[in-house]
């Protein structure tokens, strides 16, 4: 006995016809009836609306980092092409982070030099006055009009040694060393030394040196989205 060739077929009609037609076809019995609805809703993937927000939102991400304008962007006559854009977007995410991190670098980077360009004229390692043991060193600022006021009251010191620092327009600055177990800081308007332990001068040379290494680093990245 020959094994005919058996064929799917789907019929559609009005809902108020659907059991006088089914009857009627299994009545025949030439076909096997199914339901084609719950048949399509099987083969449906379930996708929330929040899964397809966070689709559109990374593939926002993509064209913003790559520089192309949403507006100017269409979909239409591309057929069956698509891309792994959550591959795409978590690449892009990590070079972006990336750059972040970089620019914050340079940021604190350059608050540090403009900070150390006070302190040019003190051309010495810092790392001497963290150096001494029985003694501490103090960088003190004075207003001219305020300098026989320090000086008698620095007087009244037991032990302790002081000379011009450097001089600005109105201001004074002093370099005073006194004993470890004696405190200067409520008395004169001690300036606040950068924490370092080379000059400044060398410092800001070493700032200057790692700016040009991130900025470096910068680029590739940027380039590295376009490949």
Known sequence: ???????KIYIMGLKKDEDRVITFLQEKGCIEVSDAVKEFEKKEEKVS?????????????ILNSLGVDIRRVSLRGRGEESFEFNK???????????????????????KRKEILKNFLSFDFPFIYLKSLKEFRCYLVEIRKREI?????????????FYEVAKKEKGVLFYWV?????INIEEK??????????????KEIEKIDKRLKELEKEKQELNLSKKR
Do not use: G, H, W
């Open 1 to 7: 006995m020959a094994i005919s060739e058996v064929k």
């Open 49 to 61: 609306l929040k899964e397809i927000e966070d689709s559109l939102n990374k593939i926002k991400f």
């Open 88 to 110: 795409i977007y978590e690449e892009l995410k990590t070079i972006d982070d990336e750059i972040r991190r970089i620019e914050n670098e340079k940021r604190e980077l350059l």
């Open 148 to 160: 026989e006021k320090f000086k008698n009251e620095i007087s009244k010191i037991p032990f302790k």
């Open 177 to 181: 060393v006194v004993s470890k177990d």
């Open 188 to 201: 004169f308007n001690v300036v606040l030394l950068p924490d370092i332990e080379d000059s400044p001068k």
